[in-house]
């Protein structure tokens, strides 16, 4: 009896310490311009985040406005060069003016959250609100360059 | 004795004044000879190496200079192309500035031969600072075109002479201070060129504008269009700097739309857009090209636009880095210091149509048969087959594209001079129907 209370409190454990995976529950976004009919006109693009390069580069982040009030986005980045020191930047969310179902991070900045030049290595993405861990992607690769 | 005195005396009188000579721009002859000509193009003579000439202006096809020699104690004017002259600075040599912080100094025309404590500044304090080209043909290696220059004020230490990159030295042999010379009165008409009562000013500006309205008309004649035909100018004379365009470090800008600098020529997107997402204090574009490089790709777009991807879509061309504008180093970035190579993205699915976002090889929007085909098309126009790369194993199987690290969302390819860019550049008439951004 002991032992099965004991395996079930390490379950409890080991689900909390393992956030669902984002998916698309947070996602990049760019915004672009292209010529219609001799006019230019403004687009916006938002895709899943698989990595981070000069070639895939996102100018923003943005999440399904589901995720409520209070909630955050993180960015945290481990340098692959171990003597280089983290780095761990949270942005809150608000409306978003170009897509009404997403809420974006404010004031995101990629030289902020990345650097100005990418160093190769790894990031977290995370949404949490209430200081809890709503969902977390791992070991996103950065290429620091070719 | 009476006929020396009079050819003397005929001589002096023909000849024009030392004052006139001592204010006018002068220029010596470089080539081994160098034809003379009408401003037609037709040869009327041709003067030695060496030969002194006084420079007129400018003839509007930008690449030819007017100009003004002794023949047999007589002065004669005629045409030449300047790529064949060097304009005469103080010092009997062209006087040159930095451009970019600093310069190397390297005792050999190499990069592995560099003396880089004794690299120039571009300025001390507020004055800028300058080299002399000495009268040595350029010359090349390591992809890079070398002069030999002398420091009117070496460091202590250094040598005063040696070798610099002729891509970071900006000349102050060009004619472009120069006035553009009038064209022949047949090519003007009635009241245009006859007009009285006009001020000296007024009837330069008028032969500035006729010189330019013929500009425009061996322009539009080439099917060149303002960009193209200002990029040829400079692949012909590396100095050039076509007032249209933007040059930087012996490169050209490729012409960007719209204030994110997204749109491209031939209905191409580039998507390193300005402000620079890593740094918004750094406004420094990526889009610079070697001249060859910049023809190259326009070719690139507007071929691949006019044969296999007309209506656009998945299809369309996004691009990427090229070269910085300014900063010789690309971090990160080594293959992009340049101007020759370029970041493109691969093809995506007709049916995902186009969007400004990564595409790597294992997504499902991307078009392998597509990319595949893209990539033997970049290979027709002289890309260097040892830096074409891109990493989807099938791709690479087809077409003999190499795998490099990062390389799964972006084909790298590079188009540096060669015969084949020189023809591919040559050869390219812009299409107005197909890339009305670079044709007028």
Redesign the interface.
Known sequence: MKSLFFFLAMMTVSFEAHAENCGDKIQ?F??????EEGK?VE?H???SI??I???????GLVVPKKAGKGAKVEVEVQPKNTKLKARKTSWDLSPWELDNKYLVAETY???EA?????VEGTFTLRLVKDGKVLCETKDLKI???? | MCKKLFVLSTLLFVSPPLHAWAESVQARVTASGLNVRTEEGAITDAIEQSTMLEVLGNHPDGERIKIRYTRGGRPREGYVYKKYVRREGSHGVVEAEIEGDALALRSAPSLSNSTWKCAVKAEDGNKKNTVLILNEPPKHGDEVTWVKVKLPNPLPGCPDTGYMSHSYLKPFGAFDDLKTEAVAQKDCDGAECKGKGRTETNAEKDMQDLGKKLGDKIKDERGDGPFIAGVKAMIKNPSRRPASLKVSRGMVQMPLLGKRGNIGPCGSHHYFPRPNVFDKSRYESTAFANPTTACVLTSVLQDWKKNFCPNGGGCRIAWGDISHEHMAEFHGHASHNRGYCIDIRPMRKPSSGFADSPLAFWQDDYDPKMTAKFIQFLKSKGANTRQLFFNDPNVRRQTGAKYASGHHNHIHVCFPPNDTTNAVCNNLKVDSNVCPEISQ
């Open positions: 990049g760019n915004i672009w311009e292209e010529l230019i687009k693009t938002t895709f698989e990595e390069s000069r070639n895939s580069y996102f100018e900045e990629g030289a990345f650097g100005e030049e990418l290429y620091g360059g070719h």
